[in-house]
């Protein structure tokens, strides 16, 4: 059964760094074709990918967001981290993590944690 | 803007079938990408509904399927039931993007 959990603050000021720890079990991130991406909604918006690691540790972000942006992962703990450096009001989501798998041509979400919510202000 | 367009909403009455679109361009849905669907409850994380344009994970009821033709594609639900009120999101791989991208979303009304 694959599990996940994402941890990190609630709240952050602007310019601040975010950190979030997203913990899974069910599945291995050394595994071949297994990848976990962060993917992050706004307060009744749509959702939007943020970055995404794969099991060979090659790693893609979104290009609006990729200059702040760092994604690891620690296979022998189980967690996938992303950093966001210089923080706005308009970072305010839920930021979500997910496992993806290969479905066809592209790569889905099939398992996703609940997601914390951020929310940036002085 | 998203990359991929959607109706911002639909409704149906309860049995009834309904669609939802999702437009995309030559460098996501029509460059070959595959589609996939998700199903968000209020106050719930999403659920991958369909993958790879068509196919069901384990435990979707077939009342739900998907279609891709050219630069958009379909998520269908028949017998509409009052559990379907949520959003749905398409999503794909934008290749001039190098960006998973995601739809606006669908607000399913059950009438």
């Known amino acids: 059964q694959i599990t996940l959990r994402e941890s990190g603050p609630t709240l952050v000021k602007p310019t601040e760094t975010l950190r979030l720890t997203c913990t899974f079990s069910g599945f291995s991130l050394s595994t071949s074709g297994v990848a976990v991406g962060w993917i992050r909604q706004p307060p009744g918006k749509a959702l939007e990918w943020v970055a995404l690691?794969?099991?060979?540790?090659?790693?893609r972000y979104s290009p609006a967001l990729r200059s702040r942006l760092t994604i690891t992962k620690d296979t022998s703990k189980n967690q996938v981290v992303l950093t966001m450096t210089n923080m706005d009001p308009v970072d305010t989501a839920t930021y979500h993590c997910?496992?993806?798998?290969?479905?066809?041509?592209?790569?889905?979400?099939?398992?996703w944690g609940q997601g914390t919510l951020v929310t940036v202000s002085s | 803007q998203s990359v991929l367009t959607q109706p911002p909403s639909v409704s149906g009455a309860p049995g009834q079938r309904v669609t939802i679109s999702c437009t995309g361009s030559?460098?996501?849905?029509?460059?070959?990408?595959?589609v996939h669907w998700y199903q968000q409850l209020p106050g719930a994380a999403p659920k991958l509904l369909i993958f790879g344009n068509s196919n069901r994970p384990s435990g979707v009821p077939d009342r739900f399927s998907g279609s891709k033709s050219g630069t958009s594609a379909s998520l269908a639900i028949t017998g509409l039931q009052a559990e379907d009120e949520a959003d749905y999101y398409c999503?794909?791989?934008?290749?001039?993007?190098?960006?998973?991208?995601f739809g606006g979303g669908t607000k399913l009304t059950v009438l």
């Open positions: 999503q794909s791989y934008d290749i001039s993007l190098n960006s998973w991208v």
């Open positions: 997910a496992h993806s798998f290969k479905g066809g041509s592209g790569w889905a979400f099939d398992y």
């Open positions: 690691i794969y099991w060979n540790d090659d790693k």
């Open positions: 030559s460098s996501n849905i029509g460059a070959g990408l595959d």
